[in-house]
C-alpha cells in the first residue's frame, strides 16, 4: 500500500470516477491510475469500484467503507508534513484562502494587507468562486481557509465560525426618485427594477424571503456574483441595485448614492471555515485573527475540538 495508490483511489471518488480526468489531476497516465487502483484492491482481497468494462461507474459497499478512510490517510498525512514545516520553517510556506468575490474584492483586502507585512516569506493564493465553491475547495485541500456567508455550514467535513455581521443597501444615480425624503420601502423598491445577486450569493435568500413575506413581487432584470457588475448597470441606468453595505464606498462610487435598507433585508452574517481535523499552522492562526479579532487561537481550537461557538 502506498499514497499513490491512495490518491488514485481518493481522486476517482471526486471527479466522479472519470478517469481521464484523475490521470490529469495526479498528472499521470489513465493506465497508470487502473494499474494503483487495481493493485490496492488486489492488496485488500476486495473490489473498491463497480466497473463497466473498463470503466468505473461507482464505489462498492466495501468502498463506500474504505474511502472516507483513505480520506482520513492522506489528510493526516499532509498534517504530518504541516507539522514538520511548522517546527522547521515557522515563517515560510503557503497559505489558501477561498472566498466569494465580494469577500475577496471587499472584507479581505486589509487583513491580506497586514499579514503580509507580517509574514513577507509567506505565499498567499487567493481563490474566488460560489460559496460551493469555496467550500469544495476546503474538503479536497485546495484552500486551507474559506470566508462565506452561504453554505460553509452545509458541510459536516468543515468547522465554521462567525465572523461579521452586513447589511444591504440600496444604490442608485443621482437624481433617483427614491432619493426624495420619503422612506424607503419594499413597496417603494417594487415598483423600480431591480438587479441583485445571483441565487446563493451575498444574502440573496434574505432579499427574495423579505418580497415573499411581504406579498410583493420584484421586477428582477439582472443578477451577477460581484457588486461591481451591479453597480455598472445601474449607472446605465437599467434598474436600481441591492448590495452588501461595504460594497459601496463614496470616494469611488461617485456616479451613485446609497440608501441603507437594513430595515428592509435581515442581518447576514459572514462565516470562516476550515477542514475538520486539519493541522493549522500558526501563520494560519495569525490571518484568521487578522480578519475577525473574536477568532482567537484559543477560539478556533475549540472549535476544531467540537465545542460549541456561538454566532457573537
Given at each position: 500500500?502506498?499514497f499513490?495508490?491512495?490518491?488514485?483511489?481518493?481522486?476517482?471518488?471526486?471527479?466522479?470516477?472519470?478517469?481521464?480526468?484523475?490521470?490529469?489531476?495526479?498528472?499521470?497516465?489513465?493506465?497508470?491510475?487502473?494499474?494503483?487502483?487495481?493493485?490496492?484492491?488486489?492488496?485488500?482481497?476486495?473490489?473498491?469500484?463497480?466497473?463497466?468494462?473498463?470503466?468505473?461507474?461507482?464505489?462498492?459497499?466495501?468502498?463506500?467503507?474504505v474511502?472516507?478512510?483513505v480520506?482520513?490517510?492522506?489528510?493526516?498525512?499532509?498534517?504530518?508534513?504541516?507539522?514538520?514545516?511548522?517546527?522547521?520553517?515557522?515563517v515560510?510556506?503557503?497559505?489558501?484562502?477561498?472566498?466569494?468575490?465580494?469577500?475577496?474584492?471587499y472584507?479581505?483586502?486589509?487583513?491580506?494587507?497586514?499579514?503580509?507585512?507580517?509574514?513577507?516569506?509567506?505565499?498567499?493564493?487567493?481563490?474566488q468562486?460560489?460559496?460551493?465553491?469555496?467550500?469544495?475547495?476546503?474538503i479536497?485541500?485546495?484552500?486551507?481557509?474559506?470566508?462565506?456567508?452561504?453554505?460553509?455550514?452545509?458541510?459536516?467535513?468543515?468547522?465554521?465560525?462567525?465572523c461579521?455581521?452586513?447589511?444591504?443597501?440600496?444604490?442608485?444615480?443621482?437624481?433617483?426618485?427614491?432619493?426624495?425624503?420619503?422612506?424607503?420601502?419594499?413597496e417603494?423598491l417594487?415598483?423600480?427594477p431591480?438587479?441583485?445577486?445571483?441565487?446563493?450569493?451575498?444574502?440573496?435568500?434574505?432579499i427574495?424571503?423579505?418580497?415573499?413575506?411581504?406579498?410583493?413581487?420584484?421586477?428582477?432584470?439582472?443578477?451577477?456574483?460581484?457588486?461591481?457588475v451591479?453597480?455598472?448597470?445601474v449607472?446605465?441606468?437599467l434598474?436600481?441595485?441591492?448590495?452588501?453595505?461595504?460594497a459601496?464606498?463614496?470616494?469611488?462610487?461617485?456616479?451613485?448614492?446609497?440608501?441603507?435598507?437594513?430595515?428592509?433585508?435581515?442581518?447576514?452574517?459572514?462565516?470562516?471555515?476550515?477542514?475538520?481535523?486539519?493541522?493549522?499552522?500558526?501563520?494560519?492562526?495569525?490571518?484568521?485573527?487578522?480578519f475577525?479579532?473574536?477568532?482567537?487561537?484559543?477560539?478556533?481550537?475549540?472549535?476544531?475540538?467540537?465545542?460549541?461557538?456561538?454566532?457573537?
Amino acid at each position: 500500500m502506498n499514497f499513490q495508490q491512495l490518491r488514485s483511489v481518493r481522486e476517482a471518488v471526486r471527479c466522479g470516477f472519470n478517469l481521464t480526468e484523475v490521470s490529469k489531476v495526479l498528472h499521470t497516465s489513465q493506465p497508470g491510475v487502473s494499474r494503483q487502483i487495481r493493485e490496492l484492491e488486489e492488496e485488500l482481497g476486495v473490489d473498491l469500484f463497480v466497473r463497466a468494462g473498463k470503466r468505473l461507474t461507482s464505489l462498492t459497499a466495501v468502498g463506500e467503507v474504505v474511502a472516507p478512510i483513505v480520506e482520513r490517510m492522506l489528510n493526516d498525512a499532509e498534517n504530518l508534513r504541516r507539522v514538520g514545516e511548522e517546527f522547521t520553517q515557522a515563517v515560510h510556506g503557503r497559505l489558501s484562502i477561498a472566498a466569494t468575490h465580494s469577500q475577496a474584492r471587499y472584507a479581505l483586502p486589509g487583513a491580506v494587507r497586514d499579514f503580509r507585512q507580517r509574514y513577507p516569506q509567506v505565499t498567499l493564493n487567493l481563490h474566488q468562486g460560489s460559496p460551493k465553491q469555496v467550500a469544495e475547495m476546503l474538503i479536497s485541500g485546495e484552500a486551507d481557509i474559506g470566508i462565506a456567508t452561504e453554505a460553509l455550514t452545509q458541510y459536516d467535513a468543515l468547522v465554521t465560525l462567525p465572523c461579521y455581521r452586513w447589511t444591504h443597501s440600496v444604490i442608485v444615480p443621482p437624481g433617483h426618485p427614491l432619493l426624495d425624503s420619503g422612506p424607503l420601502t419594499l413597496e417603494r423598491l417594487s415598483e423600480f427594477p431591480v438587479i441583485t445577486y445571483g441565487p446563493g450569493y451575498t444574502g440573496r435568500l434574505h432579499i427574495d424571503e423579505a418580497f415573499q413575506a411581504s406579498g410583493l413581487d420584484f421586477n428582477l432584470v439582472l443578477t451577477a456574483m460581484d457588486a461591481d457588475v451591479i453597480k455598472t448597470y445601474v449607472e446605465l441606468g437599467l434598474g436600481v441595485g441591492i448590495v452588501a453595505s461595504i460594497a459601496f464606498d463614496e470616494d469611488r462610487d461617485r456616479n451613485l448614492r446609497a440608501i441603507d435598507a437594513r430595515h428592509l433585508f435581515a442581518v447576514n452574517l459572514t462565516k470562516l471555515a476550515v477542514r475538520r481535523g486539519s493541522f493549522l499552522r500558526a501563520f494560519v492562526y495569525d490571518f484568521i485573527e487578522t480578519f475577525a479579532s473574536p477568532l482567537k487561537p484559543e477560539v478556533v481550537e475549540a472549535a476544531m475540538r467540537g465545542e460549541h461557538i456561538g454566532d457573537q
